[in-house]
């Protein structure tokens, strides 16, 4: 059943790709039923606040009526940052799903983990759910960004040495 959530989420990761955004998507689900769905839209809002997660937690709180989403589970192709993780802790999700760890921005053991904290909901924790899969896109979507920069091309001139 994980797997097959977090191919949903691994769909909208590849939407984001083929957007220009960073591939990350989101799933929200309830009682089996996806309640909220999100990706990655910064570049296209350009928000820093519009993460996969944020995006599904806003949808999820719309279709069901209420912040409180502590009945729901959450799977996401990328560990969540801080800011998703306090999103999380805030709407009281009851589980996390992840695939990818993030060694840059996690915040459930990434980097750090809020939600080892003290905190008065803290969800319980899963990783590594189509691991390989979320991991080969985002490597697939960040090499060919690297493809596409040619530093040769940026205007700078080389000075000419006597």
């Known amino acids: ?12 990761a590849r939407e ?16 089996g039923l ?19 997660e944020l995006e599904a937690i806003v949808q999820a ?3 069901l009526g209420s912040w409180r989403l502590d009945d729901c589970e959450l799977y996401v192709t990328l560990e969540p940052c801080p800011m998703c993780a306090g999103a999380i802790l805030n709407a009281r999700i009851s ?6 760890r993030d060694r840059a921005f996690g915040a459930c053991g990434g980097v750090t983990n809020l939600f080892m904290e003290n905190f008065p909901h803290s ?3 899963v990783g590594g759910i189509l ?3 979320c991991r080969a896109l985002l490597s697939a979507f960040f090499e060919g960004l690297r493809e596409r920069v040619d530093i040769t091309s940026c205007g700078l001139k080389t000075p000419e040495l006597p």
Do not use: T
């Open 1 to 12: 059943m994980q797997e097959y959530f977090m191919r949903q989420a691994l769909a909208l």
């Open 123 to 125: 969800p319980a924790l």
């Open 95 to 100: 589980r996390v799903w992840f695939g990818a």
């Open 61 to 63: 709180n719309r279709a």
């Open 34 to 52: 996806v309640v909220g769905c999100g990706r990655n839209r910064r570049e296209e809002k350009q928000s820093a606040a519009s993460h996969a």
């Open 16 to 31: 984001a790709a083929g957007a220009g955004e960073v591939p990350v998507g989101c799933v929200i689900v309830r009682d």
């Open 131 to 133: 691991e390989e899969d």
